[in-house]
């Protein structure tokens, strides 16, 4: 198949979004199919990717692409991409990575017309929270991680406790996190923590961690990829999720069982689905049942390990070449 993919977002930009089209446009290539992608993002250096990659396109390239291809597939409903391809009646499916409504939130214009966009759109959601938040008929289909970077390495001595990867900004729940630890002292528990990413709080949360007196318990590594943050993952027993906001899905959940770690993560929106049995939930941004759940499993060791079998059913479900597997196949069935 020719398959125009359109990411408003896309590489060098980084994000969730960016991610999930980045594995979906290389296992779509690697399986056969002619694979053209459409952003809005910028960048001043040659893309060296196994498809071709069309920046900032004029409406009348973006339409001679339209012509082109045998199916449209967006990255989230963009209104500014979306009408052209209505107009010339192409087939278009879409994944909806995000929320257009927050749960709770009042429906605004351009949310209702991307809600009613969905009547006409072959729809794919990573988790059931996004799933039930659209009008259209939507099928849920599980984001996958990097199978090929975050996997077990026995080599590496799992000798550090709690480990938190994510943008340091206040939905991420660092500073929940920070605070929870403060109450585990308190009970004569003193887990390490180490707090992986940057962002406009880290400041503010090294403070955090100096007022509450855990500073020492503390290690801020800023931002890892790759082997790296695979190997760090690898000497932690616990990741935690403290996510604030109801998190669409939680790719950072899959790394972090992938290497080994039971995932205490908040119970609301999609990180659950991604968490699956390989983990705790806890009611997100409260900090008392955080640390009920945490104290509970630093006290009782062997909650720990995870059960190898559940493991590698649930990441099964999550690797790269079943997902796509998946969406292809959805792909073909309306065409």
């Given amino acids: 198949m020719k398959i125009l993919i359109y990411s408003s977002a896309f590489y060098p930009s980084i994000g969730g979004l960016e991610a999930v089209i980045s594995d979906l446009s290389h296992e779509f290539t690697l399986q056969g199919h002619h694979v053209k992608l459409v952003t809005q993002t910028p960048t001043d250096k040659a893309d060296d990717l196994p498809f071709e990659v069309i920046r900032c396109p004029s409406i009348s390239k973006l339409f001679e692409l339209i012509l082109w291809c045998d199916v449209c597939f967006h990255g989230c409903i963009s209104l500014k991409a979306i009408w052209p391809i209505l107009l010339l009646k192409k087939p278009l499916v879409v994944t909806h990575q995000t929320w257009y409504r927050y749960p709770g939130t009042k429906l605004t214009l351009p949310t209702a017309l991307k809600h009613w966009i969905t009547y006409f759109t072959t729809n794919i959601a990573p988790s059931q929270a996004i799933a039930d938040q659209l009008p259209g008929l939507v099928k849920v289909i599980p984001n996958s991680y990097e199978d ?63 007022n509450l007196e855990i500073a020492d318990q503390v290690q801020f590594m800023g931002t890892q ?111």
């Fill in 148 to 210: 090929d970077v975050f996997y077990e390495m026995p080599e590496i001595p799992r000798d550090r406790d709690l480990v938190f990867l994510g943008r340091l900004v206040s939905d991420k729940g660092a500073d929940l996190l920070l605070t929870s630890l403060a109450k585990l002292k308190q009970q004569g528990l003193e887990p390490s923590l180490t707090i992986i990413g940057q962002g406009p709080e880290e400041t503010h949360l090294q403070q955090q961690a100096k």
């Fill in 225 to 335: 990829r790759g082997e790296t943050l695979a190997r760090l993952l690898n000497a932690h027993k616990i990741l935690v999720v403290p996510s604030k906001w109801q998190e669409p899905f939680g790719i950072v959940a899959l790394e972090g069982i992938a290497c080994g770690c039971l995932v205490v993560g908040s119970k609301e929106g999609g990180l659950k689905d991604a968490i699956g049995s390989c983990g705790l939930t806890f009611l997100n941004g409260n900090v008392e049942n955080l640390t009920t759940v945490l104290a509970d499993i630093l006290t009782h060791p062997k909650k720990i390990n995870l059960d190898k079998t559940n493991r590698q059913i649930h990441l099964a479900k999550h690797q790269k070449k079943t997902v796509a597997k998946a969406y292809l196949q959805t792909i073909e069935a309306i065409m």
